[in-house]
């Protein structure tokens, strides 16, 4: 046990973060009006069929209306393997050859589960194929596979686990991480309320009409220890005591194991800034990361894919440069999966490490990023190493990124991260004041410009202000605004 959880409530938000051997992994906050929508379980109106896309808009009731694609609108879906590992055969996918116009029309109202929050100008993605999660069991009850996660090893815990679930019945039962270890009085306690939970599912989607919200996932702080406090934290503090209560109830009823681990925060200060956990987020979500022996890594998040490069920096190594390169790379890998949870990076994923020569190398460094992904609770499929050094991934995304949840798009250079230079600004000053000159507005010219610019032209480039004094024989006095675009100018004749 070497993690600790964090959960600091307050009326506009709720912060959780877990540190893992004394170093920040894991940082989600969630705005209250902005709240995660993923796991809600909505009754919707089919409003538009897209044979092209073999895909459907439904109307939940959200600002936009969600996606729905085929492969998850039929009657079987397999996807979760990807998660858990299933001991029996999967079921084929039914909605591999089926045309999306004979399972939707329009106006039709459909059950669907949000599985991944609006990104964007995007809608929520839609399922029709129904998970509940509790504390020790995933229940689906429109398929019927049984699984455990494969976070569970041992194979003889793997075969009694199997066993207590073998019974259930009545949909998939898929055993979660935090029911290792568990008896049958606990899987059992569990099964019973998950089912419960889907009988008044469907007794309020039969008795309402679309848009309707049918099930609201768990509020954001119980969602967290549902998910995250498991045997393997070490304690978990909380800084609300309403919070407190509320989780303190959850886990006597789920897992009193846990409830000597749950801490009451009493400090008046905050509880993220008091164990500096923010300062170490802030260090962490910088696009230069840099590495303990001197290299770093630069993260760029565009719109399609996130491209993490690896430099070598200050480190020069003591042997060959082989060793050196191999050496940085190894130290990246560790750092680059911890990036990967913290930031909550999804979707396509490229690492371009440091270019090596041996084969041996490639192997091994594959291997150990594949070793370090193993804690990530997000689904990753990881491609081997490229010719040229780049290993592509994708991680499962549901939600927007932290940098995204965080922080806006700069209004200044419009999402891109630079702006002109100053010296392209002059130049385009000077082609403009020679236009004005050219139409013979006035001798004498106003030119507004920001301080930065001000001082450049006044700096560096005060030969473009002689020119049109001494040759063109026009005044042009310099004013500064400093609440102005560094790329505005204006021109008054």
């Known amino acids: 046990m070497n993690s600790i959880l964090f959960l600091s409530v307050n009326p506009f938000e709720t912060r959780v973060a877990l540190r893992e051997k004394s170093r920040l992994v894991s940082y989600r906050a969630e705005r209250h009006r902005t709240s995660s929508v993923v796991g809600n379980l909505y009754k919707g ?10 895909a459907a808009f439904v109307d939940v009731g959200l600002a936009r209306d969600g996606f729905l694609y ?9 996807d979760f393997t990807d998660i858990f590992r299933v001991d029996d055969d999967p079921t084929p996918n039914e909605t591999a050859d089926t045309d999306i116009g004979d399972l939707l029309r329009q106006g039709q109202e459909v059950l669907v589960q949000v599985v991944k929050d609006p990104i964007g100008t995007k809608g929520a993605r839609l399922t029709t194929h129904i998970t509940l999660p509790g504390r020790f069991l995933v229940y689906m009850p429109t ?3 049984l699984g455990v996660s494969r976070r ?20 998939g039962w898929i055993v979660r991480t935090a029911g290792e270890g568990q008896g049958r009085v606990e899987l059992e306690a569990d099964r019973r309320y998950l089912a419960n939970l889907w009988e008044q599912i469907q007794a309020t989607s039969d008795r309402t009409n679309a848009p309707y919200l049918v099930h609201h996932e768990l509020s954001p ?17 909380v800084d609300e005591e309403e919070a407190f209560e509320e989780i303190l109830e959850f886990l006597e009823q789920s897992d009193p194991s846990l409830v000597p681990r749950l801490k009451l925060f009493r400090k008046t200060t905050d509880l993220m800034s008091a164990f500096g956990l923010d300062r170490e987020l802030e260090k962490a979500l910088r696009p230069k ?40 790379n190894l130290e990246a890998v560790r750092e680059i999966a911890r990036q990967l949870r913290l930031r909550d990076l999804g979707g396509i994923i490229v690492i371009d490490f440091i270019d090596m020569e041996e084969l041996a190398h490639r192997l091994d460094l594959y291997q150990a990023l594949e070793a370090e992904l193993e804690a990530d ?30 922080s806006r798009e700069c209004p200044y250079c419009h999402g891109s991260g630079r702006i002109k230079a100053l010296a392209t600004i002059c130049l385009e000053i000077r082609r403009e004041l020679l236009a004005a000159v050219t139409a013979e507005l006035s001798d004498q010219i106003s030119l507004v410009v920001h301080p930065e610019v001000s001082h450049y032209l006044q700096g560096p ?33």
């Open 70 to 78: 085929v492969r998850e609108a039929g009657a079987v879906m397999d």
């Open 221 to 237: 702080v119980l969602r967290a220890v549902r998910d995250t406090f498991t045997s393997a934290v070490q304690e978990a503090w």
């Open 143 to 145: 398929v019927d596979q």
């Open 377 to 406: 609770p997000a689904r990753i499929q990881l491609l081997p190493m490229s010719d040229i050094g780049l290993i592509q991934l994708t991680r499962k995304r549901t939600r927007p990124s932290l940098d995204r949840t965080l």
């Open 45 to 54: 109106r089919v409003t538009r069929v897209l044979p092209g896309m073999q």
């Open 461 to 493: 480039f005060r030969e473009l202000l002689r020119e049109l004094e001494e040759v063109h024989d026009v005044q042009v006095i310099l004013r500064e605004n400093p609440l102005q675009h560094q790329e505005q100018f204006e021109i008054i004749g």
């Open 152 to 171: 569970i090893t041992e194979d003889e815990e793997r075969a009694r686990l199997k066993a207590l679930i073998d019974s259930f019945g009545g949909g």
């Open 289 to 328: 990361v840099w590495l303990k022996s001197g290299g770093y890594l630069v993260v760029n998040q565009t719109e399609a894919l996130v491209a993490i490069d690896v430099n070598t920096g200050k480190y020069v190594g003591t042997k060959s440069l082989e060793e050196t390169v191999f050496t940085l």
